[in-house]
């Protein structure tokens, strides 16, 4: 199951629990995704994954892809926040190949993740 989750008017954020399966993509994440491209002409997006990898369908797997590419241009900042290591390695490599900036949390970082897929990294005084 993905539900959205409140955050700024600049980003999508969803949360993935449970089964996930290709309608979820469809009736939660395409329309939020589209209405965002619609209002700021890009995507911010953060997806924090409270549920196995295992548990996506392989239909999801194929939704996510072609959401992806059928917004490629439109790819601004992304940020995948779970406790696997395997996706947190994959979606930081992910940023050498697509449009757009991809960058993998652990869950214990979501805020960070918020402020960065927003725009307003914390950043270290030196």
């Not at 993509?25 to 209405?35: N, S």
């Not at 619609?38 to 995507?43: A, C, S, V």
């Not at 940023?95 to 725009?119: D, H, Q, T």
């Amino acid at each position: 199951m993905i539900q959205i989750l409140d955050a700024p008017d600049n980003i999508v954020a969803f949360r993935a629990t449970g089964e996930v399966t290709k309608n979820d993509y469809k009736t939660v994440i395409e329309p939020a995704v589209e209405k965002l491209v619609r209002q700021i002409d890009q995507i911010n997006f953060l997806f924090l994954i409270d549920t196995e990898i295992k548990n996506f369908t392989t239909a999801a797997w194929m939704e996510d892809a072609i959401i992806g590419l059928k917004n490629l241009g439109k790819w601004n900042r992304a940020a995948i926040v779970t406790d696997s290591e395997n996706a947190i390695s994959f979606t930081n490599k992910f940023s050498y190949i697509a449009p757009g900036e991809f960058r993998g949390y652990k869950k214990a970082s979501f805020n960070e993740a918020l402020n960065w897929v927003e725009g307003n990294e914390i950043k270290e005084n030196n």
